[in-house]
């Protein structure tokens, strides 16, 4: 399984918000237990569907509750 732990909301490295982004396609149990495990606030499985490997879909989970998420466009500066 490949992720990435990102800093988002700053400018700067090691200063915003930990996000935990995972790559690879899971199913929705073993999303839970990843959450759970990397024990961040938010853990996020961006799916690519449609043409030009855009993100259409993504799973966010925050704590202990999944939720899905379609079609959003949130703008925000990440440093990995």
């Known amino acids: 399984m490949?992720?990435?732990i990102v800093d988002v909301f700053t400018d700067r490295p090691l200063s915003g918000n930990a996000l935990c982004v995972v790559v690879d396609a899971c199913p929705e149990r073993q999303m839970a237990a990843i959450a759970r495990e990397v024990?961040?606030?938010?853990?996020?499985?961006p799916t690519v569907t449609g043409e030009g490997g855009r993100v259409r879909r993504r799973?966010?989970?925050?704590?202990?509750?999944?939720?899905?998420?379609?079609g959003s466009r949130v703008p925000s500066r990440?440093?990995?």
Not at 39 to 45: H, Q, R
Not at 62 to 70: E, I, N
């Open 39 to 45: 024990n961040l606030s938010e853990t996020t499985f």
């Open 78 to 80: 990440v440093h990995p």
């Open 59 to 70: 799973r966010r989970s925050c704590s202990r509750r999944l939720t899905k998420l379609s």
């Open 2 to 4: 490949r992720y990435c």
